[in-house]
């Protein structure tokens, strides 16, 4: 097996790798996806969820955004949605 032939195989193992483990880290993804709304909707503080999730303020602000959730008001904390009823 000359030196082509064994990168390309370990090319086929690390891609056989990647597409296995791939799944398991979207379906974590959507996973903490839904945590940090579930959170947000709590009435976490934002700078909470982003301390403990693994997006970034950005990504957090907006999934809020996209989920309706209104931001937190400075020195007051993020409104929940049964105050909104």
């Known amino acids: 097996m ?3 032939e064994k990168a390309l ?3 086929d193992k690390t891609t056989t790798q990647f597409r296995r483990t791939e799944k ?8 903490a996806t839904e945590a940090v709304i579930t959170a947000l909707r709590a009435g ?7 301390n403990r999730s693994p997006f970034s303020p ?6 809020a955004r996209e989920n309706g959730i209104e931001p937190a008001r400075k ?3 993020a409104p929940k949605d049964s105050d909104h009823d």
């Open 24 to 31: 398991a880290h979207n379906a974590a993804r959507d996973a």
């Open 75 to 77: 020195g007051r904390p």
């Open 2 to 4: 000359d030196d082509a």
């Open 44 to 50: 976490a503080r934002p700078t909470e969820v982003t």
């Open 58 to 63: 950005a990504h957090v602000r907006n999934l």
């Open 9 to 11: 195989a370990a090319l």
